[in-house]
Structures are given as C-alpha cells and as structure tokens.
C-alpha cells in the first residue's frame, strides 16, 4: 500500500513541478493524473502498483468534499446573489459533458 500511495503522489509532483516550472494553465494535479494514466496505458507502471492506494482513496473519497461544502457556506451570500448564471454554467457544462463523453465512447468503442 505504501508503494502504490508513493507512485500516485510521485506522479502529483511531477505534475505540479510541471506546472510550477512552466507556468501551464492546467492544474498540477489534472497534469499528474493525465501522467499516471498516460503512464498505466503505455505499461510503464501496472495497475497493481497503485490499485491498493486508489481503493483506500477512493472508499473514502466522500471526505475530499468537505471542503468544498464548507466552501458552499462560507460564500452563500455570493451564491444567492448569482444563482442564475451559476445553475446555467453548472446545467451546460454537466449537458456538455454527457455529449462528450458519449461521443468519445462512440469514437474509441469501434
């Protein structure tokens, strides 16, 4: 377990160091997981180095949004005032998503 939870935050700061370094307008951790997936599809790692981590991590993945709901409250002021243009962003994006991910499913499925 210890070195699978390793790999995964290796790949976490080579991916902030990247973008740290070169100033990407991608977060670091988005950077770290397209490497450790472009990492698992080309065999240089193999799921079973990081599988124990991920399913640690991902049992107790409800914990990683408490912040976000403490953040929902600290700024709910802010959110009543601009609850429209919010719940369109939050409806097109989530729609846009959906179109996108069924057409990738579509495209790489063949």
């Keep these: 377990m210890i070195k699978s939870l ?4 290796l790949f976490l700061l080579i991916g ?9 307008p ?4 988005i950077i770290g997981m397209g490497l450790i997936f472009l990492a698992l599809y080309l065999k240089i790692i ?3 180095d990081v ?8 049992k107790y ?12 409250m600290v700024y709910a002021d802010v959110l009543s005032q601009h609850w429209i243009p ?17 057409l990738l499913f579509q495209t790489f499925h063949k």
Excluded: R
């Excluded at 599988?51 to 991902?58: C, E, V, Y």
């Excluded at 993945?61 to 953040?71: K, M, T």
């Excluded at 409806?91 to 959906?98: A, E």
């Design 6 to 9: 390793l790999l995964i935050f």
């Design 16 to 24: 902030e160091s990247l973008q740290y370094f070169f100033q990407l």
């Design 26 to 29: 991608i977060a670091g951790n």
């Design 46 to 48: 193999q799921l079973k």
């Design 51 to 58: 599988k124990p981590a991920s399913d640690f991590l991902i």
């Design 61 to 72: 993945l409800v914990v990683f949004f408490i912040p976000y709901g403490v953040g929902l």
């Design 86 to 102: 919010i719940s369109v962003a939050v409806i097109f994006s989530t729609l846009l998503c959906l179109y996108l991910t069924g």
